[in-house]
């Protein structure tokens, strides 16, 4: 016979036990090759995203708080190759909700003015027919920052648009600049219908190259004038003003520095009155500046009209005193007042004939009357008298008085500039400034982009992670029929060796009937990887979307993922088979048969092993509560719980070794089918071990303690598309926001956040900038959110203040390991102007909280990185339990202009914890197929060894014992082991748990409780049912 013919009669002979070697390598396969192209495909569509966000861009122009003349676009250097947009960020009431939209003023034919296209997400969030119309709400800042005194109380304006339908992703419809793989709510409408709404007619904020252009060259392109500075003729010399009222301190400097000097520095002001010799005039217009006429103003001295003198009766060297508002946040109105010596009385005619004493202040420069002004400052509108409006017909907005620009420079400076105009007796030397001084900046998104979606979640690694159980589980059920078939086989090698066989040549028959079967597993493993990759992408679009917050996942099929994870997957069988093959053939006829440790070698391991455990148990119980302290965990207790079981069999081998009974007779079958035992304990314990671990794990609300940390106490969490300016723990901020008939009691916590990447669970790609949150952190001390970890005292007041030019942040704990992978103590670095670099330092952690997707840093020390960030578009609300629900309508209400959308914190919290939970359940999934498999592991060792069994057991009968006794012996020594398999698997779960055991709720546990009985009862029938068959099957039917 040719040893071709021999290796075909031993597959067909040995075809049983190579059916389920090769249904386990199948097994194995599909999950390795099958985890290495979900993770390729998720990075593949996560990359695509970046093309269909970016399209060709490679330069982004951008403003903060300011805009670009639309002319630039003519310069040869953008021309042809960039495209301007309006983007502002608005929203759409539909369905009792008000859906965030990012809106795009674009300049393309297709989209026309009173029509608008939308991207899918947008249309699967809005759900409108083609053709149906839209009310679109957009905040109405203008020009003029909306966090300045001197704006209109309106903040919003509408639209009304005929949806036109669709703007494929290919067409450009995701378009987007934020490093997140969720579709963004794209509308795209006319930029000049837009321009026009927003009173920006001619102006950009963003403009999209699709070249490489670095800041020189852009340079070379821009003037001041493009950002909205004009140069004015001033007598002989020249006045330099701004389209956005305000001018910014760099510029300012900038001109100090070119002429050696302060030009003379102007700041036009509305104050609230003019007192002197016992009279009043309220609410004039005022002008700070250095010098007027010749005359070089100090601080403490003014220079009075003609008309005012009159009304006040005061003359030259008298006293007056000006009295105004000035905020320092969200508005908060403080009346100041200053008294000033009369230098000179000048006449009003001098005041007129300088038209550029005053600035134009929209909603009161541009009026018929006084009592027409529509400002958000507090005007009492029954003060103006005729006499006031007829100066106001005859004067305008002529200051009524001039005083010394340093008695107010500190006072009546913003974020946004420290001057409305600056006069030169020459011409202004504009050649040192530059764009970032106007906040034009130039970022690079692509390469950042790619990086991120490159360099997210790896979710190869993570099925990886949560199939490791199913992987190591049908390694396992592999063994189990080999070492059986190894078993068997010991004869028939014996035979081969005394026929002049070399045991290297035995070897190599055997390989060469393994081979042909492992490759056609491997083939088709290959083929099931790819339908399980198709499934596990549907699903995360799907019912798994709550990890993804998106869908339209690509399947990929690369040779190099293929290729990587067949060597992978062949190199873990091979290598398991051959030291299967060598051990059979190493231990010969005794393989079977050796003791292996002794009872007290084993008894010893097992204590060292429970020593072991119960101190890394106890360090991750107060100290670490991680996944990798829940993986340790779980494996040292299985490992413990598996020498124990060693021990068990060998002290039960040797104490019983000369007596006859049917205790003696399990524990010696167990003993002599250990190798198997082995295998059945480990598969379906970790399976138990895999399902109940989840179970634990998930994440609920039972523990009110727990809710507490992560809300802080507060009950409802907001977020604005428009900014609040006003303070809602204010009377007068809440009649300003219709909040009056907010509980008296509540408190309000309004933050300030700068908005950059999203750095929560939510976001699958690699975060370098998370936002960042200002809060009073003094406030926060006596709410419930706590410090976990920290570089020094967990103490509110440590992070007020900054030390080593570092900025101590707070980072909720999910944030700073998953999303930003880095550790307590790490800094991050914000490029806040090109001149100006801010590092924050992470130096507190968190418990798992509603700012999650946020760094968390005093609101004064945020206020000086970014100061232009002077509303709050989040805040959170701390009512009684029973005033949620009213007070959760009464802020969805009185703030719907301001596009507000109210949640409750727990239901924030829920939100992120469904991505974890949804984790868990794909881990549970996973792991219950690992449970499967444990479970097909148990049947195929109990029928094979009852199989394997015959002649024993009628040898059993042979010697008298019971048909009823021959049942109770096999069926207490088929359930010993998976029993112990079970409970096992519980206890590791318990113990891998940790503190989160304290903290799972009655449900789970009931559910849990259910489970264990359901498996120990299944076990107790399904061995029992198939004991019987056998021995019915051997012995017969008949009664003996």
């Excluded at 965990?633 to 068990?648: D, E, F, K, M």
């Excluded at 900054?802 to 700073?816: I, K, Q």
């Excluded at 949804?918 to 881990?923: A, D, K, M, N, S």
Aim: with cysteine.
């Amino acid at each position: 016979m040719s040893e071709w013919r021999l290796t075909y009669r031993n597959l067909v002979y040995y075809a049983r036990y190579y059916r389920l070697i090769a249904l386990a390598t199948v097994i194995a396969v599909a999950v390795i090759v099958g985890s290495l192209m979900v993770g390729d495909s998720v990075r593949t569509t996560l990359v695509n995203r970046v093309t269909e966000r970016l399209g060709d861009t490679e330069t982004v122009i951008a403003t903060s708080y300011s805009f670009l003349e639309d002319t630039i676009l003519d310069h040869p250097l953008l021309r042809g190759n960039s495209r301007g947009v309006l983007f502002v960020e608005g929203f759409i009431p539909a369905n009792g909700r008000l859906v965030p939209v990012s809106v795009w003023g674009v300049d393309d034919p297709v989209v026309q003015e009173g029509h608008a296209l939308m991207n899918e997400a947008l249309d699967r969030e809005l759900s409108v027919s083609q053709g149906n119309e839209l009310v679109l709400r957009l905040p109405s800042s203008g020009l003029v920052p909306s966090g300045s005194l001197f704006v209109t109380k309106n903040y919003t304006v509408s639209a009304r648009l005929m949806n036109d339908g669709l703007l494929s992703s290919g067409e450009g419809g995701n378009l987007s600049l934020q490093n997140d793989q969720s579709l963004p709510l794209n509308l795209f409408v006319s930029r000049s219908e837009l321009a026009r709404l927003l009173d920006l007619e001619g102006k950009v904020n963003v403009i999209l190259s699709n070249r490489m252009i670095d800041e020189a060259t852009f340079a070379t392109a821009w003037t001041p004038a493009c950002s909205g500075l004009r140069l004015l003729p001033d007598g002989a010399g020249e006045a330099l003003v701004s389209d956005q009222l305000f001018i910014p301190e760099q510029v300012v400097k900038a001109s100090q520095q070119a002429s050696g000097s302060f030009p003379n520095r102007q700041f036009s002001y509305l104050v609230n009155s003019i007192e002197g010799n016992g009279q009043a005039i309220p609410y004039s217009f005022a002008t700070a500046l250095d010098s007027f006429a010749g005359r070089r103003l100090q601080a403490g001295e003014a220079l009075l009209s003609d008309y005012s003198a009159r009304r006040l009766g005061l003359s030259e060297g008298d006293s007056l005193s000006i009295s105004y508002f000035v905020s320092s946040d969200l508005k908060i109105l403080r009346e100041e007042k200053q008294r000033y010596v009369i230098r000179a009385i000048l006449p009003i005619e001098s005041f007129v004939a300088d038209t550029l004493l005053t600035a134009d202040f929209p909603g009161l420069s541009d009026v018929d009357r006084c009592t027409d002004w529509d400002s958000d400052l507090p005007i009492d509108m029954e003060r103006i008298t005729d006499e006031d409006e007829a100066y106001w017909n005859r004067y305008r907005a002529t200051p009524k008085v001039l005083i010394g620009y340093e008695s107010v420079s500190e006072r009546w400076r913003n974020a946004y500039g420290s001057a409305t105009a600056l006069r030169s007796s020459t011409s202004f030397d504009l050649g040192k400034l530059t764009p970032s001084m106007l906040g034009v900046n130039l970022f690079y998104p692509r390469e950042s982009s790619l990086y991120s979606a490159v360099n997210g979640v790896d979710f190869g690694e993570l099925f990886l992670a949560l199939g490791f159980f199913i992987i190591v589980s049908a390694l396992l059920l592999m063994l189990a029929p080999l070492s059986e078939m190894f078993y068997k086989r010991q004869s028939e090698w014996r035979l081969m060796e005394a026929l002049g066989f070399s045991p290297k040549r035995v070897k190599g028959l055997l390989w060469r009937e393994m081979t042909p079967i492992m490759l056609l597993a491997l083939l088709v493993g290959v083929l099931v990887a790819i339908v399980y990759t198709g499934v596990v992408l549907m699903l995360l679009g799907g019912a798994w979307s709550g990890v993804t917050r998106t869908w339209g996942f690509h399947l990929v099929v690369r040779n190099e993922v293929l290729w990587s994870g067949l060597g992978a997957s062949a190199l873990l069988v091979g290598v398991s088979s051959f030291f299967m093959i060598r051990s059979a053939f190493r231990a010969g006829n005794q393989s079977f048969g050796r003791q292996g440790l002794s009872s007290r070698g084993w008894c010893r391991l097992s204590v060292s092993m429970t020593i072991l455990l119960l101190a890394f148990w106890g360090v991750a119980w107060f100290y670490l509560g991680s996944i990798s302290s829940f993986i340790v965990s779980g494996i040292c207790s299985l490992v413990t719980a598996y020498c124990w079981g060693n021990y068990l069999l060998a002290s039960h081998r040797q104490e019983n070794d000369s007596s006859l009974c049917s205790s003696t007779l399990i524990w010696a079958s167990l003993f002599a089918r250990r190798k198997e035992v082995r295998i059945s304990f480990l598969t379906l314990a970790m399976g138990v071990f895999t399902v109940f671990s989840v179970g634990l794990n998930r994440q609920g609300f039972g523990d009110m303690s727990r809710l507490g940390s992560g809300t802080g106490g507060f009950s409802l969490w907001g977020e604005t598309q428009v900014p609040l300016y006003y303070s809602m723990m204010t009377d007068e901020g809440r009649e300003r926001l219709s909040l009056s008939d907010l509980p008296k009691e509540a408190w309000v916590l309004q933050c300030l956040r700068y908005k950059a990447e999203e750095a929560s669970c939510l976001n699958l790609n690699k975060v370098t900038q998370p936002s960042v949150v200002g809060v009073d952190l003094a406030a926060l001390d006596s709410s419930d959110f706590r410090i976990k970890r920290s570089l020094s005292d967990k103490d509110w007041k440590g992070f007020q203040t900054m030390s080593d030019d570092l900025y101590p942040a707070l980072v909720d704990e999910t944030v700073l390991i998953w999303n930003l992978g880095m550790a307590l103590g790490d800094t991050l670095t914000y490029q806040v102007s090109p001149d100006r670099t801010v590092r924050v330092l992470l130096a507190g952690v968190l418990e798992n909280s509603v700012f999650q997707g946020h760094i968390v840093i005093d609101k004064h020390l945020f206020q000086s990185i970014w100061p232009q960030v002077t509303g709050s578009d989040l805040f959170l609300v701390k009512v009684k339990d029973e005033e949620m629900a009213e007070t959760k309508q009464l802020l969805s209400q009185a703030l719907s202009e301001y596009g507000v959308r109210v949640t409750s914190t727990a239901d924030r919290l829920a939100q992120f914890y469904e991505v974890t939970d949804t984790y868990l359940t794909i881990f549970m999934i996973l792991g219950s197929l690992g449970l499967l498999v444990g479970l097909f592991c148990l049947v195929v060792t109990v029928r094979k060894g009852l199989l394997a069994r015959q002649e024993e057991i009628r040898l059993y009968s042979t010697l008298g014992f019971q048909r009823e006794q021959i049942r109770e012996t096999l069926v207490r020594e088929n359930r010993l082991v998976p029993y112990y398999a079970i409970g096992t698997g519980v206890v590791c779960a318990l113990i891998g748990t940790g503190q989160n055991v304290l903290h799972v709720g009655w449900p789970i546990w009931l559910m849990l409780v259910g489970a264990v009985i359901l498996f120990i009862g299944s076990v107790w029938y399904w061995v029992d049912r198939v004991t019987v068959k056998e021995i019915n099957r051997v012995l017969g039917r008949t009664s003996r």
